[in-house]
């Protein structure tokens, strides 16, 4: 699974401005690719200058045409291209150093938070005129390349995020910000419980939660009592009871789709925790 935020950072094909909290990219989306997963490791605002795609989660569909914002939050995706156009989009990356830096230098944005409340994976960006100009003249500072300071760069990602800020249909993202402020036990298991059932690496894990891998195990043990790889394989195998018990799915079916890499570690691991294989307990629960 490929790690965006790398692959765009990294690769030398791509017009781009690199920051030390930031990355602004253009990306033309070749049409022989039309649906892929992919993860990220810093949140993203993408808009669309031509062509459609679909941002796919658990929960919804984020349909994106000309003209189209979305903030997504860092994690794991499905995205599907429409092949019968070209596909430009425009990308900032963005990670929690900065939207909390952003938050505390801005002391109006701050919002009282409900610690209880969900957020989004994905929140729509509501824009006006003067976000698409500004989003204009991040274009032609891209062209110019290396040759842009990467403090002028930095001003005009706070003035993207002061437009998107201090439009009222915004006030679900704003929160958002200000929630990244929070606890760390809540952002570990927020993270962790919306990308359990990706085939991703422990690492990769802690690369989502901002930690070196040694900082991520120490505070998962002691938030959790129990270990990451511990913890995934509980959380994939109680999401395997709920599609055994309710849904049409098969056995290696229901494995993939819960993260597991192989149908036989799938059965092992089940059978080990409930002394019973998956297609018995589906056959039981089909039977009551």
Known sequence: MINAYEYFKNHPKFNKLVGNDFLFVEY????????????????????VISGKKDWITSRKTYKLVAGDTLFVRKGVYTTRQYLESDY???LFFINDKFIKRFIEENPSFKRELNHKKEHNQIFDIT???IFKTLIESIFHYLKQGEKIPK?????????LLFNIALN???KKLLY???????NAKTNIENIMTE???YDLKIADYATLCGKSLSSFKRD?????????SRWLINKRLEHSKMLLRGTALTVSEIGYECGFKNNSHFIQAFKKKENITPNKFKALKKEV
């Open 28 to 47: 033309r989306c070749p049409l022989n690719i039309e649906e892929y997963q992919l993860w990220i490791e810093n949140h993203l605002i993408t808009y």
């Open 88 to 90: 430009c989009v425009m």
């Open 127 to 129: 824009t006006n005129d």
């Open 151 to 159: 403090e002028l760069v930095e001003i005009k990602f706070k003035e």
């Open 168 to 170: 009222p249909y915004n």
């Open 176 to 182: 958002f910000f200000n929630s990244i402020d929070q």
């Open 195 to 197: 990308n359990f059932q």
């Open 220 to 228: 998962f043990k002691l938030f959790f009592n129990a270990t990451p």
